[in-house]
């Protein structure tokens, strides 16, 4: 599926500007249509990797890089430190997928954020190569109908 519009925002790593982030994803999921809910889920996804950058990122001053891709059936929020600039299709060669399926005591610090961030979006990936990516991709269901992976739809459990 086609990439439609990027948004891409460099914010410093304070605290006092994570709600920038919320705001904007916040405005852009509503504009593509998504529900409250998932539009709830995004904002906490987006503030607890925001979050991560803030705390875990730098020692001095840096900053939050936030890139949003819009496409015709799904949103693909990028956060991450070291404010460079990336190419989505080259970065998402070098992912690994977030795994909350390891119990939370595995987690390294920071950890909980990222279990938080992949049970609340349909798809988490993480590079650390050169500082830390993170990819979140929430799909947008049209009336609570998902395809699943077999191409048969099924209703989308509240």
């Known amino acids: 599926m086609e990439q439609n519009d990027r948004i891409h925002l460099e914010l410093p790593a304070k605290p006092e500007y994570v709600s920038i982030a919320r705001l904007t994803v916040s405005g852009i999921a509503n504009r593509l249509g998504f529900s409250y809910d998932d539009i709830e889920d995004l904002k906490i ?9 803030v705390e875990h990122a ?23 430190d070291q404010g460079k600039s990336f190419d989505i299709a080259e970065v998402e060669s070098r992912l690994g997928p977030v795994d909350a399926k390891k119990p939370v005591g595995d987690l390294k610090e920071g950890g909980l954020g990222l279990f938080l961030i992949s049970t609340l979006m349909d798809k988490v990936e993480i590079n650390e190569d050169n500082g830390v990516m993170l990819v979140m991709t929430k799909y947008l269901y049209e009336s609570g109908v998902k395809e699943s992976v077999d191409g048969i739809s099924s209703l989308q459990s509240e």
């Open 58 to 80: 730098y020692s001095e001053d840096g900053f939050i890089s936030l890139a949003c891709y819009i496409y015709e059936d799904r949103i693909q929020i990028v956060v991450a």
């Open 45 to 53: 996804a987006v503030a607890e990797a925001c979050t991560n950058v």
